[in-house]
């Protein structure tokens, strides 16, 4: 069996055929497809100047310091002579050039640009240990090489170095061989290592949303939540209502985590929250996805799924968690993965739900209270189910999660390109193949553009803070005893649904999930469309596993 492949060698098969398996040649060409996507074709150096000779020489103000490095010098040795033969040559080798570099797109089926062994290495020093080439360590390097090894010898893929052009000096830069080359060049998207792509918005917009989000503060006491902050600071003690109303995540040298709290079980309004003990010892933590304003946007939502629908002596208790970083107000200051868990583990403490805290500072009033091995209950809505993730995978909370409710979740497959592409790179390779510039999918990746992919603190957060390789949930690392239900919405722009629904399917613990597949919804439309909270409060009340 045999493939014909492109002259450049974009994708090697040769030793495929004497090892005559299928299943090497489909990882081989689904590796390539998956490879493509994380990176995007420019225009390479000799096509832009290519199109600066043709002007010039069409102005007769055209020297040999002009022309592209693919033109042999021999052409266009005396372009100031009347030899017009010569100068036909020259301005047909332009142009085949020039168009070369016009016509060809990355998703072009006859033509596509060549990816080279110097291109995965980029690429792959930033998926494996978000660093330039140049800055890996010698162990580092020597994990890339492994790397390529097994890729060559259990796979047979071997992709080609750049054929540098024998004008180059052999010491010549990996960057400076790769330009050389074809009129396209593919770049590695390394997403928290490029600048940060942020649309300017004036500060009428954030006084707005600041406005917005105090409206909710309004709502949420009104139904009985109360404000709380969180400080990594061992002697930094709680902060009663007043002063957590006046905590922003904005400054500040310590790391803070802001949340609303509701008690649950009776509320006996002669008793402050801090001496109210819950009787119903099961506790709903919720995080939000990115939104103008956090939580404000959820509001209708969970009062109508988690607290109107629910009479105050069946009422779970509920912490809403806020994330200022990713709800456009002004802040560049974000707490790490480990530190988001240590407040999350703290909270719940303070109000009664303990275990083991990590945190031996400021204990001494919450070990007053009666502490509870209590079970859980973890939601999140988009980005939120990163948080998600982030305490699965801690220990002291992870044996007492019973129940885990994701809504358009975004973690699970994210080492697929799909979520960062289609939110931090707009679409990334799709948008090349979108039949109409209205279409509904093409107005929602606008929306979700202007609204918050293009925010600044968000961008700055996503880019420099967020800790995706991190942040991914792998379906075989759910508790064994939790009982899972994840809500997926058929026309999401951001995560593929039906790809995430198949690995549900697929993976060893599909019998403990239940998947909903909302049919011609988009994302998010579970917080914004009254039809879909029915299915959304059944989750949460639903009974979780039992021992």
Known sequence: MTI?????GYIDIDTITSKGKDIHINFKIELDVFLRKWFDSKSNDDGDAARKVLTAIDKGTCNTSMMPNSISTTSHSDLSSDDSEQKENLINATMNITMNSMNTT??????????YEEDLIIFFAWAFFEKHPDDIVPWEKEEMDKMFDILR????????????????????????KRTSVASWRMNARSMTLEDVEAWHRPLLVYIC???????????????????????????????????????????????????????????????????????HR????????????????????????????????????????????I????????????????MVERALHRHGFGGTSSDSGGQGQEQKQGQNQSDITISGHSFGSFQVTWLIKSENIRKRIRKIVLLDPVSILLSEPDVIMNFVYDGGNAKYKRNSDFSVENVQRM????????????????????????????????????????????????????KVMSEIHRHSKAT????IYWEECGHGDCITNKELWATVAAAFKSRPKRD
């Open 4 to 8: 014909n492949t492109h002259k450049d």
């Open 106 to 115: 990355e998703d072009s089926e006859t033509n596509k640009p060549p990816l």
């Open 153 to 176: 010898k259990d796979y047979g893929v071997q992709y080609p170095k750049v054929p540098a052009p024998a004008s180059l000096s052999a010491n010549a830069s990996m960057n400076t």
């Open 209 to 279: 949303i600041w406005i917005l989000k105090h409206v909710g503060y309004v709502v949420l006491l009104y139904f009985g939540f109360r404000r709380h902050v969180i400080k990594l600071d061992a002697n930094e003690k709680e902060s009663d209502s007043a002063n957590a109303m006046l905590e922003t995540n904005a400054t500040g040298s310590n790391s803070k985590l802001c949340y609303w709290y509701l008690p649950g079980g009776d509320i006996n309004s002669n008793m402050s929250q801090s001496q109210q003990q819950p009787q």
């Open 282 to 325: 099961n506790p709903i933590l919720f995080f939000h996805g990115i939104a103008p304003g956090g939580l404000v946007f959820y509001l209708p939502m969970l009062i109508n799924c988690l607290v109107a629908s629910t009479s105050k002596i069946q009422q779970q208790p509920l912490f809403l968690f806020e994330n200022p970083s």
């Open 327 to 342: 709800s456009i107000s002004m802040t560049f200051d974000a707490p790490s993965e480990e530190e988001a868990v240590q």
């Open 447 to 498: 929306v979700t553009k202007l609204v918050a992919g293009s925010e600044l603190c968000i961008q700055h957060y996503l880019r420099r803070h967020f800790e995706w390789y991190n942040s991914e949930l792998w379906l075989e690392d759910i508790p064994d005893q939790a009982i899972v239900h994840i809500m997926l919405a058929e026309k999401d722009v951001i995560v593929n649904a039906p």
């Open 512 to 515: 403990s999930i239940n998947s």
